[in-house]
């Protein structure tokens, strides 16, 4: 999911393709949510399949906040069958 997520923001970050034919990144960016209590990782499941993604992370200055730092939602799943899939996991 990365690399749609990567090619998705190309638009806006110009980031281009290596040599090797993959959009190249940080992995320390992606790791520090399954790592740091203060980060959460969430995939997205609906209708069987993994949809997308969501990393959330508490505002340092305020553990009350959450941010809503990336998120991806996969085009190939309808939009109908997403919103009730997030919609019956809200809390």
Do not use: W
């Not at 990567?6 to 992606?30: P, R």
């Not at 508490?58 to 799943?77: C, G, I, V, W």
Request: aromatic share 14%; proline share 3%.
């Amino acid at each position: 999911m990365s690399q749609l997520y990567l090619h998705d923001m190309s638009v806006f970050t110009k980031l281009g393709v290596s040599s090797h034919g993959k959009y190249e990144f940080d992995q320390e960016i992606i790791d520090v949510y399954f790592q740091e209590a203060q980060h959460f990782p969430y995939f997205i499941n609906c209708e069987g399949e993994i949809a997308g993604f969501a990393l959330v992370r508490q505002y340092p200055y305020d553990r009350d906040l959450l941010n809503l730092d990336q998120f991806l939602s996969s085009e190939s799943t309808p939009a109908e069958a997403l919103d009730k899939e997030l919609s019956s996991s809200a809390c």
